[in-house]
């Protein structure tokens, strides 16, 4: 017989509107049924007069639910604090503590971690330490199969959260927040993590806890930050749903992904920051910047610390790795063909593809040396992403879809190939569907990865691997162990099913003469300016 799930209630900064946020909990039970619990993070005391809290102490007036409240997060409601292992407030009101874990008679495990990050010595009343987060990992972690944590309460959002999802709004996630909450959550892995103080309500994709085929499966986190109650912009301050306690739920459910779920924001490589240091941004490398005449070229380009030029104080970049021969592909190699390049950035260019599968069939490459995407630093990262994302945009504009596809597989710099199907010759299910069809004829394992996977959780520098991007971020990965067709992706795009130019299959087969490259090269350029992120207007 299945477990019934428990129905539970999470509140932001409540701030002392204990009537407003009571009277709505009220409303919604008399709608919806009762709920078991009520989690309140963030603020629960304000600095309004102690008149109404006086009514709930005294007991003139009570909670209509079980509700559980974080600690202070300043000096001024220290005071009502007074037991540091938690107490009762008042009746069906009770402070959870400084931290710890609370475990219902159901098994749902919750751990809570009161106050704002302090790193100083001695730790005000009103925070925690990074031993106040190594005490609660290690009680929690070092028990034989952990696997992680039902519900993680913590006033300070985590830092860095918004990596790799959807947009927090106002909320600078790589400058906000506590990075030793990204500790702790990357550490007990909670199913739900609820957090507050910002005054926003922010419902941030869900986001994996494994390294996509190099771990086993896990559950995936959920984290929501509430507004606080009674706001006049009306944000969401409370948030319903319903948990089966993690120990009692059959564990090939529990895994289960989300169809929207992302890369875990705080890994870096894999790798954890160490408790009680800020956990790093992505690094940033930058790479030499390398400037020629595209003559046609209007505006101004950003200099390769994205300041203007005029700048006093720019940036020293450090070296991309160098090859250890000449190379085609890099800018500032002798060997480039420049007269194929068609637009460049601070970190990467453009490029059309010699002996390309259609007019507009485009390479994005590293300025510097670099072999795989799997190599990059973050910001060159970046500037490939907001390439990818305007291609997109362009090809849109013009009737297509653009695929994407790398081979890191006998070559030494990354190409990233981008070609441009028409929207009327197949749909994206179809051109999937070619590719794995094709893959399973070849005996290749074409393995369909999650859309906002990450490449770098996937395969390790110096691995040799295949992907394929389709245009709505679906991705399609195989990891090569032996011998690789080396034409693989053209030919599959190449083929009947797709654009039906099985001749083109072979590069060498396409070749044109450089005044052609040269003619095809300006229209590009032309075409693709008004897309062009690269210039200042």
Aim: glycine share 6%; hydrophobic share 35%.
């Amino acid at each position: 017989m299945a477990q019934k799930p428990l129905r539970l209630l999470a509140c932001g900064d409540v701030e002392g509107k204990f009537d407003v946020l009571f009277n709505r909990v009220r409303a919604i039970q008399k709608k919806s049924g009762n709920f078991d619990l009520l989690l309140c993070i963030g603020n629960f005391f304000g600095s309004t007069p102690d008149a109404e809290w006086e009514e709930y102490k005294t007991g003139i007036k009570k909670a209509p639910i079980q509700t559980y409240v974080l600690g202070a997060n300043n000096q001024e409601t220290v005071k009502y604090f007074q037991d540091a292992d938690g107490c009762e407030l008042a009746e069906n009101i009770t402070y959870l503590g400084r931290k710890g874990v609370f475990t219902g008679t159901s098994g749902l495990q919750i751990v809570y971690l009161s106050g704002t990050e302090s790193l100083n010595e001695p730790v005000p009343g009103y925070s925690f330490s990074p031993k106040d987060v190594s005490s609660l990992r290690t009680m929690l972690c070092s028990t034989p199969q952990f696997k992680g944590v039902d519900i993680l309460l913590t006033s300070p959002w985590p830092k860095y959260v918004g990596n790799f999802g959807n947009s927090s709004g106002e909320v600078d996630t790589k400058n906000c927040g506590s990075a030793l909450v990204s500790n702790l959550a990357t550490g007990l892995k909670p199913r739900y993590h609820f957090a507050a103080l910002e005054k926003t309500y922010y419902e941030r994709l869900p986001y994996r806890n494994h390294i996509v085929l190099q771990e086993n499966a896990q559950h995936a986190t959920r984290f929501i930050a509430l507004a606080n109650v009674g706001n006049p912009e009306k944000k969401k301050y409370l948030y319903a749903f319903s948990i089966v306690p993690m120990k009692l739920m059959d564990a090939a459910e529990l895994v289960k992904q989300p169809p929207d779920v992302t890369e875990n924001p705080y890994r870096k490589c894999g790798k954890e920051a160490p408790i009680g240091k800020q956990i790093p941004a992505p690094e940033e490398e930058s790479a030499c910047q390398f400037f020629f005449d595209l003559n046609e070229k209007r505006g101004r380009k950003r200099s390769s610390t994205g300041r203007d030029s005029k700048s006093p104080h720019p940036k020293q970049p450090r070296k991309p790795p160098q090859p250890s021969g000449p190379c085609w592909f890099c800018l500032a190699s002798p060997e480039v063909e420049k007269h194929l390049v068609v637009n460049i950035g601070t970190h990467c260019y453009l490029a059309l593809a010699k002996g390309g599968l259609s007019d507009d069939h485009v390479l994005i490459l590293p300025i510097g040396h670099y072999q795989s995407v799997v190599e990059l630093s973050a910001e060159v990262v970046e500037e490939v992403e907001k390439y990818k994302a305007t291609l997109r945009k362009f090809f849109k504009s013009r009737g297509k879809r653009c695929i994407l596809f790398e081979r890191n597989y006998k070559s030494h710099h990354l190409q990233l190939q981008v070609v441009p199907v028409p929207l009327s010759r197949c749909a994206t299910d179809d051109i999937k569907d070619a590719f794995i069809t094709q893959a399973q004829e070849q005996q290749i394992e074409l393995l369909e990865i999650p859309e906002h996977s990450d490449i770098k959780q996937i395969a390790q520098p110096g691995a040799a691997y295949f992907y394929v991007e389709l245009d709505t971020g679906e991705k399609l990965f195989h990891r090569i162990k032996k011998n690789f067709p080396l034409q693989f992706g053209r030919e599959v795009l190449a083929s009947e099913a797709i654009l039906n130019i099985p001749d083109k299959s072979d590069w060498r087969q396409c070749q044109i003469s450089k005044e052609e490259e040269e003619t095809l090269a300006r229209r590009f350029r032309k075409d693709f300016e008004p897309f062009d992120f690269t210039v200042d207007d």
